[in-house]
């Protein structure tokens, strides 16, 4: 199970801390991933982290301005998101996947993740 929490009202430039809080699940073998959906737009895929070697993944569209990170003791995973601008606008959604994530293709899919959160909102106004 995954529970997002951090999501809220930022003005252009401004930063936000993403949670997901993980439970129910195996640590050392998971993957955690953060997607957005803006209104009228289809879910895309921003960023990814595999709890074993931590390696991670990052859509062009955050790269640079996105970090994602995990705390292992806490069994929390963070996506930290600075210099926001209107387009960040969505719905965050956190998703868990009970094996490791390959990064081999431009995007991660959703299909791979089967547990998902209920969502935050980030609002960016300019």
């Known amino acids: 199970q995954v529970v997002e929490s951090g999501g809220g009202l930022v003005q252009t430039g401004g930063s936000l801390r993403l949670s997901c809080a993980v439970s129910?699940?195996?640590?050392?073998?998971?993957?955690i991933g953060w997607f957005r959906q803006a209104p009228g737009k289809e879910r895309e895929g921003i960023s990814c982290?595999?709890?074993?070697?931590?390696?991670?993944w990052y859509a062009d569209s955050v790269k640079g301005r996105f970090t994602i990170s995990m705390d292992n003791a806490k069994n929390t995973v963070f996506l930290q998101m600075n210099s926001l601008n209107t387009e960040d606008t969505a719905i965050y959604y956190c998703?868990?996947?009970?094996?490791?994530?390959?990064?081999?293709?431009?995007?991660?899919?959703?299909?791979?993740?089967?547990?998902w959160g209920q969502g935050t909102q980030v609002t960016v106004s300019s």
């Open positions: 129910g699940a195996s640590w050392d073998d998971y993957a």
């Open positions: 998703a868990g996947s009970v094996h490791r994530i390959e990064f081999y293709s431009p995007t991660i899919q959703q299909f791979e993740f089967q547990s």
């Open positions: 982290i595999n709890t074993d070697d931590h390696s991670t």
